[in-house]
């Protein structure tokens, strides 16, 4: 058997590019106890994570998500205790009502991130811009409002706990 390379039997790629078979997910992915929305983007090897919503998903405690891109990511009942989003893109991330403890956002990108009615305790937002994200209703320690506030970001209805 021999084998021999034709240049007129190669076949140019598209400019779409597909995801293998072996990564392709149903339509909601189980883990533990937290899934993921139907129709919602997939997480696919190589690529940014697009739009998705993470439910209850518990795996997040001591999480080390430094330079991820989470844009437009929905958490909902997650627990975020010792998360480090360093040098992360959470531009149009949702942490409404969650509960966020000893997490770190540090070289953070938060644009348009909303912290709507959340639970923030020692939470860290070294060297990150917090301006454009939303603080509405959070309830958060002294020290985090503390470093919000000379950051200057927005605190309309905050309460410190």
Do not use: C, W
């Given at each position: 058997?021999s084998t021999s390379f034709?240049?007129?039997?190669?076949?140019?790629?598209?400019?779409?590019?597909?995801?293998?078979?072996?990564?392709?997910?149903?339509?909601s992915t189980n883990a533990?106890?937290?899934?993921?929305?139907?129709?919602?983007?997939?997480?696919?090897?190589?690529?940014?994570?697009?739009?998705?919503?993470?439910?209850?998903?518990?795996?997040?405690?001591?999480?080390?998500?430094?330079t991820s891109a989470l844009?437009?990511?929905?958490?909902?009942?997650?627990?975020?205790?010792?998360?480090?989003?360093?040098?992360?893109?959470?531009?149009?991330?949702?942490?409404?009502?969650?509960?966020?403890?000893?997490?770190?956002?540090?070289?953070?990108?938060?644009?348009?991130?909303?912290?709507?009615?959340?639970?923030?305790?020692?939470?860290?937002?070294?060297?990150?811009?917090?301006?454009?994200?939303?603080?509405?209703?959070?309830?958060?320690?002294?020290?985090?409002?503390?470093?919000?506030?000379?950051?200057?970001?927005?605190?309309?209805?905050?309460?410190?706990?």
């Open positions: 058997m034709h240049p007129d039997e190669v076949t140019l790629a598209t400019n779409e590019a597909k995801t293998p078979t072996m990564l392709k997910q149903d339509d533990q106890d937290g899934f993921m929305e139907p129709n919602a983007a997939k997480p696919v090897a190589g690529g940014i994570l697009r739009p998705f919503q993470v439910r209850n998903f518990k795996l997040l405690t001591g999480a080390k998500l430094k844009q437009g990511a929905t958490f909902i009942g997650s627990t975020l205790v010792g998360t480090d989003f360093t040098r992360s893109d959470l531009t149009d991330v949702s942490f409404d009502d969650q509960t966020l403890e000893n997490v770190t956002f540090s070289s953070t990108s938060l644009k348009r991130t909303s912290f709507r009615n959340a639970k923030l305790r020692n939470v860290s937002f070294h060297n990150t811009d917090v301006k454009h994200a939303m603080f509405d209703g959070a309830k958060m320690d002294k020290v985090t409002y503390a470093m919000l506030k000379s950051a200057e970001a927005t605190l309309n209805d905050t309460v410190t706990i």
